[in-house]
């Protein structure tokens, strides 16, 4: 027998409209009679209909999350920290992994906006933004993380990748080396980091080159590795290596061992956003710390803002990075500038 309103009313000696206030936390209600009330509610196992409360207009208090790709170690955190944040504010959280294919985003969009999911997050490496467009049109509450776009007028919370990328470069190059490749990905936060890798090496006299910066097709640790066995093959020289994510950097390592070389005497490995992996791997990982927590808690904040209807701008909240010095970087000596 399904358990209704009206049974918990009955039982608890209140009307209905008392429980439903409580329910969605209006009115002035006493202490005594809430306590009774949730005390009834537990007692029967009753679960309000969300889908119903949102046919009235309410609030489901769920929020969709877009992830591309969860078993990337930076997506997970992120998504730990969203879900930690939804939980303070009242608000459950809907994973879906993406993969990074239009095709899956525009069935997950579908999906979250049947069951009436009040706003959506999309991660980085979303790809369908004509989709997005749309969602903005129809004015649905939505944010990004990890990734800016400025053509839209969308909520988004980043770190400044180009800041870091800069960081990363400039510290290698206090270091002594001179000849450092780079390994990224093909999104707007590698690009970022990449400008970063280059402005640092002009700041310092040393023209950019080219062949030293490898994209993968892939973000994997395997590709970084491929990559990586490319740069120590056909580039003599090269002493440090930074790969624009941790599992990028980690591959590199991986990629150095197989040949023989020590990390940090014989090469300098640095990664970018600091997740556990960085303090797992031996020799511990040189990287880049993103402020996690503060990341994924600003962007459900922005996002409740719009669901509750007290947002009325676009905000665009970047974050600085921080240098994290490991193991896995060295000084090395009588190196010139060429």
């Known amino acids: 027998m399904k358990i209704t309103i009206y049974d918990v009313a009955?039982?608890?000696?209140?009307?209905?409209?008392?429980?439903?206030?409580?329910?969605?936390?209006?009115?002035s209600i006493s202490e005594k009679t809430r306590q009774k009330v949730?005390?009834?509610?537990?007692?029967?196992?009753?679960?309000?209909?969300?889908?119903?409360s949102a046919l009235k207009g309410k609030s489901t208090y769920t929020i969709g999350l877009l992830i591309p790709d969860l078993s990337n170690p930076i997506f997970a955190e992120y998504?730990?920290?969203?879900e930690e944040r939804g939980q303070e504010l009242g608000f459950s959280?809907?994973?879906?992994?993406?993969?990074?294919?239009?095709?899956?985003?525009q069935n997950y969009i579908s999906l979250l906006k049947q069951k009436q999911v009040d706003g959506i997050i999309v991660a980085a490496r979303?790809?369908?933004i004509t989709l997005l467009k749309k969602l903005i049109k129809e004015k649905f509450p939505l944010a990004i993380i990890a990734k800016d776009l400025p053509t839209l007028p969308i909520d988004s919370v980043t770190v400044d990748d180009y800041l870091g990328g800069y960081q990363?470069?400039?510290?290698?190059?206090?270091l002594g080396h001179r000849k450092i490749g780079l390994i990224a990905e093909g999104d707007r936060s590698s690009e970022e980091r990449i400008k970063g890798y280059r402005q640092a090496l002009l700041d310092t006299g040393i023209q950019p080159v080219e062949d030293l910066i490898m994209i993968c097709d892939k973000p994997t640790r395997e590709f970084a590795k491929h990559y990586a066995e490319i740069l120590l093959d056909k580039e003599k020289g090269i002493s440090a290596i930074f790969g624009c994510n941790d599992l990028l950097a980690i591959g590199a390592m991986q990629a150095a061992r197989e040949r023989g070389l020590e990390i940090p005497d014989d090469l300098s490995v640095i990664g970018f956003d600091n997740?556990?992996?960085?303090?797992?791997?031996?020799?511990?990982?040189?990287?880049?710390q993103q402020p996690l927590r503060d990341i994924g808690h600003h962007v459900v904040d922005l996002l409740t803002e719009q669901i509750n209807g007290t947002s009325?701008?676009?905000?665009?909240?970047v974050l600085l990075p921080e240098l994290v010095i490991r193991q896995t970087t060295k000084q090395v000596e009588n190196k010139t500038i060429e």
């Open 10 to 27: 009955k039982k608890a000696g209140v009307s209905t409209a008392t429980v439903s206030k409580i329910i969605n936390n209006k009115g």
């Open 38 to 52: 949730l005390e009834v509610m537990e007692g029967l196992q009753y679960q309000p209909s969300m889908i119903a």
């Open 79 to 82: 998504a730990k920290y969203i």
């Open 93 to 105: 959280v809907i994973m879906c992994n993406t993969d990074a294919n239009p095709e899956k985003e």
């Open 126 to 128: 979303f790809k369908n």
């Open 168 to 174: 990363v470069t400039e510290y290698l190059l206090s």
């Open 275 to 288: 997740t556990d992996l960085s303090t797992i791997v031996i020799p511990s990982l040189t990287t880049v």
């Open 312 to 317: 009325r701008t676009t905000h665009r909240v």
